[in-house]
């Protein structure tokens, strides 16, 4: 009987530990892009490169990302706001293939297709995107300008859509309240865990109390 018992709350304290470790592996928001990297948004002021990726056809929304301070070229404004790139075959990052693992079936082990890659563009901001007549390591972003990426499919080289975001700077929208609150500065779901810690005690406690009524029966 007391294996029995010994087995059951085994069990209980088991399923809160793996309560515990679900709970902290879901936590993070998901995010392709690199931490640590850029911030979301526009640039506020000249102090950096705004870079703008329209998925286009591929799907999701345009991604806006700030690449703060000077810039060397374009792939170092890339690198710097963060987001996740992958090259071509022997050319690497001088022939993009990849944009936050978009399109995820290419293989980047050579040329990426013409009618179905990125295309690079540039702007000042408040102009119009210009496509980039050189590589992306061979333009020199001036301080707040703006950095385009969008992906071509079925189009001939002449007939690339640029990015359908304006290069215009706006004011970033400020982060929810709800979601300051729910977080520390560091980001970590401090709730969440103390949560689950309760939980754990109230079964410890459980424990407990049945081992105590045992004896006490005995």
């Known amino acids: 009987m007391r294996f029995t018992h010994a087995r059951h709350w085994g069990r209980v304290l088991a399923g809160c530990v793996l309560l515990i470790g679900t709970g902290l592996s879901g936590a993070a928001p998901a995010s392709?892009?690199?931490?640590?990297?850029?911030?979301?948004?526009?640039?506020?002021d000249e102090n950096g490169v705004t870079v703008i990726v329209d998925f286009q056809g591929l799907g999701g929304d345009p991604l806006i990302r700030c690449a703060p301070g000077p810039q060397e070229n374009g792939l170092t404004a890339l690198q710097n706001a963060g987001l996740e790139l992958a090259g071509s075959g022997k050319y690497g990052l001088a022939l993009l293939c990849k944009i936050e693992n978009k399109p995820a079936d290419q293989s980047c082990t050579g040329m990426p297709?013409?009618?179905?890659?990125?295309s690079f563009w540039t702007a000042t901001n408040?102009?119009?995107?210009?496509?980039?007549?050189?590589?992306?390591?061979?333009?020199?972003?001036?301080?707040?300008?703006?950095?385009?990426?969008?992906?071509?499919?079925?189009?001939?080289?002449?007939d690339y859509p640029p990015p359908r975001t304006?290069?215009?700077?706006?004011?970033?929208?400020?982060?929810?309240?709800?979601?300051?609150?729910?977080?520390?500065?560091s980001g970590f779901p401090w709730g969440l865990v103390v949560g689950i810690v309760?939980?754990?005690?109230?079964?410890?406690?459980?424990?407990?109390?049945a081992i105590r009524r045992r004896r006490g029966a005995a």
Do not use: H, M
């Open 113 to 118: 297709p013409e009618n179905a890659t990125w």
């Open 198 to 209: 309760v939980v754990v005690l109230i079964a410890v406690a459980g424990v407990v109390t």
């Open 166 to 185: 304006a290069p215009v700077r706006k004011a970033n929208d400020p982060a929810p309240a709800a979601a300051e609150s729910s977080t520390s500065d």
């Open 126 to 158: 408040g102009g119009k995107w210009e496509s980039s007549q050189v590589g992306v390591q061979g333009w020199k972003p001036p301080a707040g300008s703006f950095e385009g990426w969008s992906f071509a499919i079925g189009k001939s080289y002449t």
């Open 32 to 44: 392709a892009t690199v931490p640590g990297k850029g911030t979301a948004g526009y640039c506020p």
